[in-house]
């Protein structure tokens, strides 16, 4: 596609249920990163893809967070047991040619946990 | 911990003046240095990189690199209201292959 597309757009969960937010990277690109962003924060870290592989998962918060990209394309990141303090935008990012730095946003998914 | 410090603003500027925007960072093995542009409700997007020592100039916007100070910094000439957004600053973590990203300045350009 022409950018990355992440859905849903938004998503309210009740605390306790558990939600997946999908993203479809540019197509070609090899890199895929998941980073989240809290109201005013810069967006933080949370994993990496090189093709299937997750190279780095050290930024996910707890296991309740599980992310995989099984064919090197689509990723989904899933969130068990949703709680409050799991609000916030979720940022999907692909890299190609340009390098780890250059980094193109999807829209974000917003999650908000009630 | 890697960090990357930015102020939080916001900076108000009137239109047609120079934004000077600051970051600095704790990996003194950082090579590669970014500054994102986010418009408010929006994604981040790439609009400036600098890898070596000096200026980097493109079009109205200048990056500028300290590595021995550990200081970054981005200035927009002639600043135009639809400059106003919020910059992140972002440092390629040594060794890896992910960002870091300060909390973003809000700069305000007031016609």
């Known amino acids: 596609g022409a950018g990355v597309s992440q859905s849903p757009r938004y998503k309210v969960a009740k605390r306790g249920q558990d939600v997946a937010l999908r993203c479809d990277p540019i197509s070609g690109h090899v890199s895929l990163f998941w980073y989240q962003q809290a109201l005013g924060q810069g967006p933080e870290f949370l994993t990496y893809f090189q093709n299937e592989a997750q190279l780095d998962k050290s930024g996910l918060p707890s296991d309740r967070f599980f992310a995989e990209r099984p064919e090197g394309s689509v990723s989904t990141l899933k969130i068990q047991r949703t709680q409050q303090e799991d609000s916030a935008v979720y940022l999907c990012?692909?890299?190609?040619?340009?390098?780890?730095?250059?980094?193109?946003f999807g829209e974000g998914s917003r999650l908000t946990v009630l | 911990q890697k960090e990357v410090e930015q102020n939080s603003g916001p900076l108000s500027v009137p239109e047609g003046a120079i934004a000077s925007l600051n970051c600095t960072y704790s990996?003194?093995?950082?090579?590669?240095f970014f500054w994102y542009r986010q418009y408010s409700g929006k994604s981040p997007e790439l609009i400036m990189s600098?890898?070596?020592?000096g200026d980097k100039e493109d079009g109205r916007f200048t990056a500028q690199l300290n590595k021995a100070s550990q200081y970054v910094s981005l200035l927009i000439r002639d600043s135009q209201p639809s400059d106003s957004a919020t910059y992140l600053c972002a440092v390629l973590n040594s060794g890896y292959s992910t960002l870091t990203f300060g909390k973003g300045t809000m700069l305000l350009v007031s016609p």
């Open positions: 990996d003194r093995g950082s090579q590669s």
């Open positions: 990012a692909s890299s190609g040619s340009g390098g780890p730095g250059e980094l193109f």
């Open positions: 600098i890898y070596s020592n």
